[in-house]
């Protein structure tokens, strides 16, 4: 029996609703999205990124709103202050201990794990259709002042 084709306007619901349940289930454990993603940043980048400045930068988000995330992590113990990025203010953090116990709960660990029942082909097919739609949603650019405006 042939597999029948899914509409690509049913696939685009499908990836939101995926999309809207996976930004849900980062509300959990005390934290926000966010946080979680920045849980994460710290627990795999390389030491010398491990900065505020270049967490906002991986993120494409202003410094503002990374650098309160931070400061909220620090707060809950789960970053801390590890010392100077060089010269210059930018500070090193790290996961404390607290950090990585709550990355054992981190519930993108249930993506992780249906993925892992997909064959190779199945997640090479995947990544190429996510980064489709991820260049598909990138910004082109800001408009010009000016640009589109009825006169």
């Not at 249906?114 to 408009?143: H, M």
Request: hydrophobic fraction near 45%; charged fraction near 25%; include cysteine.
């Amino acid at each position: 029996m042939a597999r029948q084709l899914i509409r690509t306007d049913s696939l685009a619901r499908l990836f939101e609703q995926s999309a809207r349940a996976l930004h849900s289930s980062g509300h959990s454990h005390g934290l926000f999205p966010a946080q979680w993603t920045a849980l994460r940043y710290f627990s795999t980048a390389d030491r010398a990124q491990c900065t505020a400045i270049s967490l906002a930068r991986f993120q494409g988000m202003a410094f503002g709103p990374v650098s309160r995330t931070v400061r909220t992590l620090i707060a809950k113990g789960l970053l801390r202050k590890a010392g100077s990025a060089g010269r210059g203010r930018a500070e090193l953090l790290e996961l404390s201990d607290a950090g990585r116990a709550i990355l054992e709960m981190d519930p993108l660990r249930t993506i992780v794990a249906a993925f892992n029942t997909l064959g190779d082909r199945e997640r090479e097919a995947f990544a190429v259709a996510l980064e489709q739609v991820l260049l598909a949603l990138q910004p082109i650019g800001e408009p010009e002042p000016g640009d589109g405006d009825a006169d």
